[in-house]
């Protein structure tokens, strides 16, 4: 199932502690941002990306987009103060190319860059079918609501799920998710949230625990932990 992936990549990585966007950190040598956009360069499924992006950083992405043989880009809107503005920015590109309302559009971070190929397909053919459907693992811990450091409520694990992206959906929906939250001024943590609120069904695919966002200097170091182990 052919989609159209959009990542949002104007961060400050402020949680790196890095000095400069995480995303130009390496990992085994490579930046975190080549090794997410190679997994999208690399699938046959996966028919363009658009990438939010930081004005100042866009001369120093586009070098590494080159150097690193990186063709499928078809946009680079500037990104916004907030991740969920930037994703906009990505939406509004995806349109104003002229972009179908029901083709399959993907958001992923692009500070993950450990997604597996099943996954992607699972969610573009899920997308295709129910209009959206992100990437969630079953959590392992209990989870607690919480509240001035007292416990309120503990959900029934087996219902809690944790989500990761990519999150996919039929572009017309995601383009109304988003211009709603905007006329609200609300600001959702996922692109889930956003749909939820149109009252539009959400599916939820089985991602691995692997796909993990690189936030911290842990994330780092358990990243590189992992390339060792797929080289060997
Ligand atoms: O900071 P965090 O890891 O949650 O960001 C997730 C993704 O959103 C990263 O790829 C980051 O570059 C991107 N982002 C963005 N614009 C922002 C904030 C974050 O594109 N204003």
Redesign the pocket.
């Known amino acids: 199932m052919e989609y159209t992936v959009m ?10 502690g890095a000095g400069e ?3 130009f950190l390496p990992l085994a040598e490579k930046p975190i ?1 080549v090794r ?1 956009l190679s997994v999208f360069q690399q699938d046959p499924d996966c028919a363009g990306i658009i990438l ?3 004005p100042d950083e866009r001369d120093r992405i586009r070098g590494m987009l080159e150097c690193h043989g990186i063709t499928k880009i078809t946009a680079m809107p500037d ?9 906009r920015a990505c939406v509004r590109a995806f349109g104003a190319a002229g972009g179908a309302d029901d083709a399959v559009v993907m958001v ?5 860059p450990f997604l597996s190929r099943r996954v992607i397909r699972e969610l573009a053919e899920t997308a295709a079918g129910h209009g959206a459907a992100i990437a969630a693992v079953p959590s392992k811990d209990t989870v607690k609501q919480v509240t001035d450091g007292v416990v309120e409520a503990t959900p029934d694990r087996s219902t809690v799920w944790l989500v990761q ?1 990519p999150q996919a959906f039929r572009a017309g929906l995601l383009a109304e998710a988003e211009e709603k939250a905007f006329a609200d001024g609300f600001l959702g943590t996922d692109e889930s949230m956003l749909v939820e609120r149109l009252g539009h069904p959400v599916r939820v695919v089985e991602s691995t625990y692997d796909n993990l ?3 911290t200097k842990v994330d780092l170091a358990i990243g590189e932990a992992l390339l060792k182990r797929q080289e060997e």
């Open positions: 990542l949002p990549a104007a961060g400050s990585g402020r949680r790196m966007n995480k995303l941002l997410t939010a992006v930081r990104g916004g103060g907030e991740r969920q503005d930037s994703v992923h971070d692009a500070a993950r992206t966002k690189m936030t």
